[in-house]
């Protein structure tokens, strides 16, 4: 290899260096000390020397004492890269592999620690610590550090955030601390601190967002359609509506790649609408229509992602988006828009605007299910009222499918717009002799039972109201199903949502949820009372036969079927009351096994609680053990394979853990 007179006088250098280097380590070597090897930095290490003479520059090491290498490169700080440090111009052409990299046990730390010291270009904060946010290193596996299973479960949960790097929280309280005065530096990074970090990032390609759209009208906008895709054109002002349609449309590709394009769409959308809002709002109400439609998207995503920082910016901005359609008069214009007839020159426009109001409905319905179901994920009081009074009226699935404003015209003029139902049931905008009700709308009513039930257990109150919360949801299975909700005819879920709704009229599932480690061991302790009392008593024994109707149902929905967004919740509620149920009650031989009075809804649907819950518990009459019950163990598996929702996943993981322990630990 040919050098440069510079270069050639560096590596001469270089070399009389590791010659002076390695005459300094034999005559070490030649008179050790018995007990401890002081190395040059002036630590002494609690062993002899265990490197004994060679001509590498890399010393011969035992293989058996891995562990001990391992400490002599973090305590000595004389590997190969601090040696560079010491002269940054210092060119080595002779590097070589440490045979401890390939040992069987490998030291991360210290091989990470290996790496820092080798990289003196890497920026150092006050602490002389490297400066890493920028550097995307892959989450850190739980520690084992949980003495009790309540803490793992806690570690799992889809709402804990886990901090992956203390450090850095420990440095900037230290710089911040004992500070009596502001001065220039302060201010000048104080000044730094409040200017945007957004990195730039170019978009995904066109055919990447074109695949995302036609993904999303084709597999999500059917089980929750606020946009009417017939007349749906990107534009400018829909710009950010159009990006919120690919982050969820990527989660169907399949392709964890597509799903990491479709998280870093969300994370950036939604700073761009955080920025953007108040010139947005004052634009004129089709853009803050199409901003409320990106947030209403956006947080559809940030829910079923499963991610907890994800899920603490949804229940942060829910109240925010709520606020944008009021200020825009979407909940005061979701009454039904009656469609007049209009000459065949003006149609499209009339289409077009007639498909404006439609979508501000359904917006408003869309924030109705959304406050229910936050309500139950985050065990929180719901926003909105629900009353079904108030609830949006929607037109019909054919006029709103139209693909044209002439068939669309021809729709409206087939269907008379007048009707004579009552306030409690569903209006109906098509004015049918028989009236179908339209299953979006009746979603937002089921849901609006379920969150009057949360915020009557909020208030103290769901004692005195459980009978007319039981009237209410057995009104609403006559009037959507005869005799009961069919699958193959339920986009929305309905009748998996009405078991669950039960679920939560007869169990505080805020209270199970805190017993099985939620919040922690200390936490759950004060609620394992509640839990032995409510698995011994009959409202229990309701609850798990609601969770085994739920698992039927999803067993027998169509592989191909995109799930509604609260299936994952439902069939981990069914999980959880299934667990607690196995785990904290305990049958004597006086309990029977239900009461020979059955329940109204089970009377309803015909079914024979005692031969139902026989079969449940493994063709015996004792309950099982958390660890024998096969209902857990489907429901867990459904939740590994329904659909595209990481959430499933995320409560699967937390079925597992509440079951078997931390199994990554």
């Not at 399949?254 to 799903?259: D, E, K, L, T």
């Not at 089709?286 to 994800?310: C, H, N, W, Y």
């Amino acid at each position: 290899m040919l050098f440069s007179g510079e270069a050639q006088q560096q590596h001469q250098q270089h070399q009389q260096h590791q010659q002076q280097q390695q005459q300094q380590e034999q005559q070490q070597l030649l008179h050790p000390t018995p007990a401890t090897s002081t190395q040059p930095n002036g630590i002494k290490l609690p062993y002899p020397s265990l490197f004994p003479q060679s001509n590498s520059r890399w010393p011969a090491i035992d293989p058996n004492n891995a562990n001990a290498v391992s400490s002599y490169l973090i305590l000595n700080g004389t590997t190969e890269g601090s040696r560079r440090n010491e002269d940054p111009h210092n060119i080595s052409f002779e590097t070589q592999t440490p045979a401890w990299l390939t040992s069987a046990d490998f030291d991360l730390s210290a091989f990470h620690s290996s790496i820092i010291n080798a990289s003196p270009g890497w920026p150092m904060d006050d602490l002389g610590r490297p400066y890493l946010e920028q550097i995307d290193y892959p989450p850190r596996p739980l520690e084992n550090t949980a003495s009790h299973k309540e803490d793992s479960v806690h570690k799992h949960w889809v709402t804990t955030l886990l901090s992956h790097d203390s450090d850095k929280v420990n440095t900037m309280t230290d710089v911040a601390d004992e500070r009596n005065n502001i001065d220039e530096t302060y201010r000048e990074n104080l000044s730094q601190r409040l200017l945007p970090r957004v990195p730039y990032e170019p978009l995904p390609s066109t055919d990447f967002l074109n695949l995302c759209t036609q993904m999303y009208f084709t597999r999500f906008n059917p089980i929750f359609p606020l946009i009417h895709a017939s007349t749906f054109r990107p534009s400018s002002q829909s710009s950010l509506l159009l990006l919120s349609i690919c982050s969820v449309g990527s989660l169907f590709l399949g392709s964890p790649r597509a799903r990491n394009h479709g998280q870093s769409i969300f994370e950036r959308l939604n700073k761009a609408i955080m920025a953007s809002w108040e010139t947005v709002l004052v634009s004129g109400k089709s853009e803050g229509l199409a901003m409320t439609q990106a947030g209403v998207i956006g947080q559809t995503f940030g829910m079923l992602s499963g991610r907890p920082k994800d899920l603490l910016v949804v229940q942060a901005l829910h109240g925010t988006v709520i606020t944008w359609a009021r200020r825009c008069g979407i909940f005061e214009s979701s009454g039904f828009h009656k469609v007049t007839n209009t000459p065949e020159l003006n149609a499209d426009n009339a289409w077009k605007r007639w498909a404006k109001r439609e979508e501000r409905s359904r917006v408003a319905t869309a924030l109705y299910i959304h406050d229910a179901e936050y309500s139950a994920l985050f065990n929180t009081a719901p926003l909105l009222r629900h009353s079904v009074s108030k609830l949006p009226s929607l037109c019909s699935n054919d006029l709103w499918e139209a693909p044209s404003a002439g068939e669309w015209k021809t729709v409206a003029s087939q269907t008379p717009t007048t009707s004579n139902l009552s306030a409690t049931r569903m209006p109906s905008p098509v004015g049918l002799d028989k009236p179908e009700p339209h299953q979006f709308r009746a979603y937002c009513e089921l849901e609006g039972i379920a969150a009057s039930i949360s915020e009557a257990r909020d208030l103290g109150t769901l004692p005195e109201a459980s009978h007319d919360q039981v009237m209410a949801l057995l009104q609403f299975q006559d009037r959507n199903a005869h005799p009961e909700i069919a699958t193959d005819s339920d986009p929305f879920c309905l009748g998996i949502l009405w078991h669950l709704t039960f679920i939560s009229l007869l169990a505080d599932m805020n209270r199970l949820e805190l017993c099985v480690g939620r919040d922690g061991y200390e936490q759950s302790q004060r609620h394992l009372d509640y839990a032995r009392s409510w698995a011994q008593s009959q409202d229990a024994r309701r609850c798990v036969i609601h969770g085994v109707l739920i698992l039927q149902k999803a067993e027998t929905m169509a592989i191909g079927a995109s799930p509604e967004i609260h299936v994952p919740r439902a069939l981990f509620a069914a999980a959880l009351v299934w667990y607690c149920y196995t785990e904290f009650g305990r049958d004597s031989l006086e309990d029977g096994p239900i009461r020979k009075t059955e329940a109204p809804e089970l009377k309803k649907l015909s079914i024979c609680s005692q031969n139902l819950l026989f079969e449940a518990h493994g063709f015996k009459h004792s309950r099982p053990t958390s660890l024998e019950s096969r209902i857990i163990c489907r429901l867990h598996d459904l939740l590994i394979r329904v659909g595209h929702w990481e959430i499933s996943r995320k409560f699967a993981s937390i079925i597992m853990c509440m079951v078997y322990g931390d199994t990554e630990g």
